[in-house]
């Protein structure tokens, strides 16, 4: 099976049943993106497929064959950082940093369709778990890439 | 304890000292005769002080035993060296001695584990004196080599300046130049007042790499010729293995081998982890369950409750005269019975630990918040001597008290299963849902507080009666076992003296503790036992002060005049919050405080009922007077981040036990808060000093369930006596 992750192109041999977050992780070899609770709760292991987030551990790997799929590992150009991972910088963000590579995919697509989003817009796009209890930062740091836009 | 001589225990510290027994204590039988001290830092860098090495380029190697998992310590911790080094803070990086190291060099960097909110306070003398002495002697090399006395020296931001002469260079200027130095015996030590590094609101220092994917997490180890395992335990705590059909999956993709794991689990090796978790899925498996195949929460209810009445139970707090006289007396007599369920921690990164085994050598990778305890536990379970085994910490996607030393816990079945295909590193990785089922969860609670007014409605008695479990009955038998069977840890915030002191004076007081244990194994929670007996006290204080016809605020301020600090946190959070001024229409307030981890805390908070059940909490205002702040700003989202973990307890997470289980497999169960419930924290920082040292990380976790709870009733008129509110209709919106 072909995968495009990150605008490259991987053969992988794998059931297609395997879920994307596995086939990233070990196939790929890219860890970036976490494996949290396996059932879409809590956001860990987000990648974008197609400029969308979506919960890579509860996504057949077959689904995801001809998209363009974007982890963490893609998201800045090169050597610069996309404005999310700058602003998570500049609010020093992250605790454990466990969830903040989800955290950061959510926001990233949140900020592509909604370029300045309100309170409200971020409570209900935003769903991630993160247990350290990065949200305050994360709400500043968002409005802060917003406007970096 | 007699193992670990070089600590002083006095009875002050025994709180701290007890907690901190890792199970480092093992390693006294079969320790290797020491071998020549390691003096240079892994890249061949010379070290001043085991604390400090210089590169030549001059970059400062500043090491760090204790564990990161968020909360800053490792920052705050190099914050404190580099200060009393002065060096050039944009040149520190950090280095991690290996626990392996630290025992060949007779425990030269002391104390490895990061719990009970310990790491930065427990450490900063002897780390600061560490960074104070290596500037003494890199001062004194640049004097001998100037032939200019020491004294006339100075050391700033890593240059060494000879004022008299002008002369200056970069520390050191020749790198071996302090090689013959003595360190200094008597090594003076900065006043806070003057600090340039420590105490300012300086970034963490690993931020970059958490945010590109570059941060490797003991889930994203890899080795040449690596393979995974997933593992499943007898889903009953004490149960054990029976039988398994391995020849079920051994054909299964990927799969290499189907072990036994102690005499309690099993596990698939595999190619990669999907594999073996796969294949673990169609493995069948024959438990022999045990004794508590039948037990469920409402056994263990029944039996917390007998303890409430029960005539044995062991003194925590005890003033004036007889308590149960006086309140039988009392003009006014206040009865409540409070209950705090089972929790698991919930860490992002579920537990895991990669380990390789040979005959020779065995090494073990993975989150620890104690290296030496990990290393104790790879001892055991290696069957080797101490110069043959290794941990290396990474770091922890979570940690809160889960990953810590507990007996037979993710380090050893990691050896176990390693030792099972030698020479090949093996992976383990538990699912959530193993994460879910073998927890070291917080202990449950019931507690009946009965309190006496007199006439004009003055508290005059007070009894305060715990029933439940003990985490250090479970965990350090000898500790409980010294104090004649009591666990001091049960009465943490309540207690008689030391770091956990009851914040109250009451003129006839009784707190005690009836323990009651159970199958199911507990566990150090972020907070720990602060986390119920704030619930207990601050809710009942409200309760109290109700029946007195009296302001929550004012009756509380009347028993604290012996309490300066936590008077002082109380009203900067009720002065905030604007605590007797009208609250914005349909906002009801609620407070609380606490005194725990030698830090004074205190929350008010501001929320509103819609429909009678859906809180929305707007605000909390939460003061700490910790002593000494070192990172103001990692000590605010220490305090914002404890709220989310102390909410999401309070409003959803409930561990319930059916035949002899845990009932709850994932977070679609366990909810955890999203951004979307999170109240504006605004933390009020008011270290006042002092000799003693707070702690940061789980104190002011505690104050925000009561004021919560607190504000719910007078929203509301009911009374919640019980954790989580999910159980009463309750939501958090």
Not at chain 2, 55 to 82: C, F, K, S, Y
Not at chain 2, 653 to 679: L, W
Request: aromatic share 6%.
């Amino acid at each position: 099976m072909r995968l495009t992750i990150n605008g490259k192109s991987h053969e992988v041999d794998v059931d297609p049943t395997t879920p994307l977050l596995w086939v990233i992780r070990e196939q790929v070899g890219l860890t970036g993106t976490k494996y949290g609770c396996g059932v879409a709760q809590c956001g860990a292991c987000t990648v974008h497929m197609n400029g969308l987030p979506v919960r890579s551990c509860s996504i057949p790997v077959s689904a995801a064959s001809g998209a363009k799929i974007t982890t963490i590992e893609g998201l800045a150009s090169g050597k610069v950082l996309h404005k999310v991972q700058k602003a998570w910088i500049d609010h020093d963000v992250p605790q454990c940093g466990y969830c903040q590579s989800g955290m950061i995919m959510a926001v990233a697509a949140l900020l592509r369709t909604n370029p300045k989003p309100s309170d409200a817009d971020i409570d209900a796009a935003i769903t991630n778990i993160c247990r350290c209890g990065t949200f305050q930062q994360v709400r500043e740091a968002i409005h802060m890439a917003a406007k970096a836009a | 304890m007699t193992a670990m001589p070089k600590f002083k225990i006095s009875r002050r510290r025994f709180l701290i000292s007890s907690a901190a027994l890792g199970g480092g204590l093992a390693l006294g039988l079969r320790l290797p005769p020491f071998g020549p001290e390691v003096v240079r830092a892994a890249d061949g860098s010379p070290e001043i002080t085991v604390w400090v090495a210089i590169r030549p380029d001059n970059t400062t190697l500043i090491r760090a035993v204790r564990a990161e998992m968020g909360q800053g310590t490792i920052t705050g911790l190099a914050q404190l060296i580099a200060e009393e080094l002065d060096c050039d803070w944009s040149k520190v990086e950090i280095e991690y001695p290996t626990p392996g190291q630290s025992v060949a060099r007779k425990r030269a960097w002391g104390e490895f584990s990061t719990g009970g909110s310990r790491g930065v306070r427990q450490s900063n003398e002897y780390v600061r004196k560490g960074g104070a002495a290596a500037r003494m002697m890199l001062v004194q090399a640049a004097a001998n080599e100037w032939k200019v006395p020491a004294s006339e020296c100075t050391a700033s931001a890593s240059v060494i300046t000879h004022k008299p002469s002008g002369r200056y260079a970069g520390s050191p200027s020749r790198p071996a130049a302090h090689a013959g130095l003595e360190q200094p015996k008597d090594v003076p030590l900065k006043d806070p007042k003057t600090w340039k590094i420590a105490g300012k609101p300086l970034k963490r220092l690993d931020t970059a790499k958490k945010v590109n994917g570059a941060m490797i997490y003991g889930m994203d180890l890899k080795m040449p010729g690596m393979l995974n395992a997933a593992i499943k335990e007898c889903p009953v705590f004490g149960g054990k293995v029976k039988s398994f059909d391995a020849a079920r999956v051994s054909g299964m993709r990927g799969v290499k081998k189907v072990v036994q794991v102690g005499d309690s689990a099993v596990a698939v090796i595999a190619d990669t982890w999907w594999d073996a978790k796969t294949a673990l899925e169609q493995l069948p498996v024959v438990w022999d369950e045990g004794v508590n195949a039948k037990v469920s929460s409402a056994d263990i209810a029944e039996v917390l409750k007998a303890g409430l009445d029960a005539e044995q139970a062991f003194v925590g707090n005890q003033a004036g005269g007889d308590v149960k006289a006086v309140l039988a007396g009392a003009a006014k007599r206040i009865e409540a019975v409070y209950a705090y369920p089972f929790q698991n921690h919930a860490c992002m990164e579920p537990m895991n630990a990669t380990a390789r085994w040979t005959p020779d050598r065995c090494e073990l990778w993975g989150p620890t918040q104690n290296g030496e305890g990990a290393f104790a536990q790879v001892l055991a379970a290696s069957g080797l001597t101490a110069d043959k085994v290794d941990v290396h910490n990474v770091m922890l996607g979570g940690g809160f008290g889960r990953r810590g030393t507990y007996p037979d816990d993710y380090v050893t079945q990691a050896v176990l299963i390693a030792k099972q295909m030698p020479g090949t590193p093996v992976k383990m990785i538990w699912s959530r849902e193993e994460d879910m089922a073998h927890g070291r969860f917080h202990p449950v609670m019931q507690c009946r507080l009965v309190g006496g007014l007199d006439s004009s409605g003055n508290l005059t008695a007070l009894h305060m009666r715990l029933s439940g479990q003990s985490i250090l009955a479970a965990v350090r038998p000898e500790v409980v076992q010294a104090q004649k069977g009591r666990d001091p840890l049960s009465f943490q915030g309540v207690f008689e003296s030391g770091e956990h002191s009851f914040s109250y004076t009451v003129p006839n007081l009784l707190i005690d503790h009836a323990m009651r244990n159970t199958h199911v194994p507990p566990g150090f929670w972020r907070g720990v036992n602060i986390n119920q007996n704030a619930v207990f006290i601050e809710c009942f204080m409200d309760e109290l002060a109700e029946a007195a016809g009296q302001d929550a605020l004012e009756f509380r301020r009347k028993l604290m005049a012996k309490h300066p600090r936590n008077l002082g946190v109380l009203n900067a959070v009720a002065e905030r919050i604007g605590w007797g001024k009208p609250a914005p229409s349909g906002v009801h307030r609620g407070l609380a405080h606490l005194h725990c981890f030698d830090s004074f805390v205190a929350a008010a908070c501001e929320i509103s009922v819609k429909d009678g059940n859906k809180v929305k909490v707007h605000r909390i205002v939460a003061a700490t007077d910790p002593g000494y702040a070192v990172n103001p700003a990692q000590i605010e989202r220490q305090v914002a981040g404890s709220f989310v973990y102390g909410l999401s307890a309070l409003f959803f997470q409930e561990c319930t036990v059916k035949d002899g289980r845990i009932e709850q497999t994932n977070f679609h169960q366990y909810n955890s808060m999203r951004i979307a419930q999170m109240p504006k924290v605004e933390t009020i920082l008011m270290p006042t000093g002092g000799t003693v040292w707070g702690g940061i990380g789980e104190p002011t976790i505690c104050v925000a369930a009561p004021a919560v709870m607190n504000a719910f009733y007078r929203a509301t008129g009911k009374r919640v006596r019980s954790v989580p509110l999910k159980n009463h209709g309750i939501e958090l919106v």
